[in-house]
């Protein structure tokens, strides 16, 4: 579990005290920094406007809730009935949900246990070895966070892959991932096994989506040229987590996700108009169905809305991104589409579409931007 920190009334005003004067402090700081430091207030970059809380209490008390799907895929060691068992759930749980929890993957739990604790031992090294490890630029490799609007998230992130475009061939840095990290020791080995076990998860599920889809098991992967990533995410405890916001609402902008959450509950996935947390299951990956999957499906799977509250707990997560080439050309498959079934979206480049996530007044949605027929 990690750290807890004071919780303060949500709405407690700023005060003297421990909390940060914003004025004299650098304007990069990173959160893990500012909370280190002892606040007992949330700084006011961090603060949402009312309409944009979330109290924990309220969304507790929305009564029970469904659970996302859980989807076995040991069930595919039968490529007679499991094997349809299992496509007929994935398109359900696509339909319904746009997400679900994914268990007996194939990635070895002392895998997933190692990279998790690389991941958060970073997080726990002093400021001055984490600085190391600086991003450079935004969306490329190390410790940075790309902060959109006035009001940040509450999280640190560590980019292990370089999302700009710019990457070196593995050949020519001699590892998986774009950035190499030499601290934590032992870190660097047990995030590369990760990423290529993760990376076989990902193409053997860009195979199973085809097939949900109707379509031969290449037909992904001839729509959208693979291309994988990894973004693991912080959120340090939080004296008044009423008032800010891990992640605001959202949806991811590659093909799909795949996530691997620590024990702390934080996720919620919009369902029906409401809320639904998605308490952790041990070793299970939740797979997310993301903006590039919903073109080329011509809006048969739906890309998922989801959030993330902040706490008095610290929690650490793992993000692995199923995502294609900045050049590469993103439309509706004309094998889904008919007389019938229109396209239901023009066709973008995708450096195109990235360009659009990074608008500071957009953050759910973004989708219909594209979409045919508004």
């Given at each position: ?11 407690q ?10 004025a004299?402090?650098?304007?990069e ?15 006011p ?48 749980a ?29 997080f726990?090294l ?27 998230d ?49 193409q ?66 919009l ?58 050309v ?45």
């Amino acid at each position: 579990m990690g750290r807890e920190v004071p919780r303060l009334a949500p709405g407690q005003e700023l005060q003297s005290g421990n909390s940060i004067d914003t004025a004299t402090k650098r304007p990069e700081e990173m959160l893990i920094s500012i909370v280190e430091s002892g606040i007992e207030q949330v700084p006011p970059e961090f603060i949402r406007p009312p309409h944009e809380r979330v109290s924990r209490l309220d969304s507790d008390s929305q009564g029970p809730h469904e659970q996302i799907p859980v989807i076995d895929l040991s069930m595919m060691d039968d490529e007679g009935a499991g094997k349809r068992q299992v496509l007929a759930e994935i398109v359900r749980a696509c339909e319904d949900w746009g997400c679900f929890h994914l268990i007996n993957h194939g990635v070895p739990a002392l895998v997933m246990d190692a990279a998790m604790k690389a991941t958060k031992g970073f997080f726990a090294l002093p400021a001055s070895e984490r600085e190391k490890y600086r991003m450079t630029k935004i969306g490329g490799k190390g410790y940075g966070q790309a902060y959109g609007g006035q009001t940040k998230d509450w999280n640190d992130r560590l980019f292990l892959t370089d999302f700009s475009g710019e990457e070196e061939p593995k050949s020519e840095r001699g590892a998986f991932f774009d950035l190499v990290l030499t601290n934590p020791p032992g870190a660097q080995e047990a995030l590369e096994t990760y990423g290529e076990a993760v990376y076989k998860l990902v193409q053997r599920t860009m195979v199973l989506v085809s097939e949900a889809l109707g379509q031969s098991p290449e037909f992904l992967s001839t729509e959208i040229p693979l291309r994988f990533g990894t973004i693991t995410n912080h959120y340090p405890p939080c004296p008044q987590p009423d008032l800010v916001l891990g992640l605001l609402p959202h949806e991811d902008g590659g093909i799909f996700t795949f996530l691997h959450q620590d024990e702390v509950l934080g996720l919620e996935v919009l369902k029906d108009e409401r809320w639904v947390p998605v308490p952790p299951i041990e070793h299970a990956f939740i797979f997310m169905v993301a903006d590039l999957l919903q073109i080329v499906g011509n809006d048969r799977f739906k890309s998922v809305t989801h959030r993330v509250l902040a706490g008095p707990i610290a929690r650490t997560v793992m993000a692995n991104f199923a995502v294609t080439g900045n050049d590469a050309v993103i439309q509706p498959a004309p094998e889904l589409c008919s007389d019938l079934e229109p396209p239901a979206f023009r066709s973008v480049v995708y450096k195109d579409y990235l360009k659009m996530l990074l608008r500071d007044d957009i953050h759910a949605k973004r989708l219909e931007a594209f979409r045919l027929g508004l």
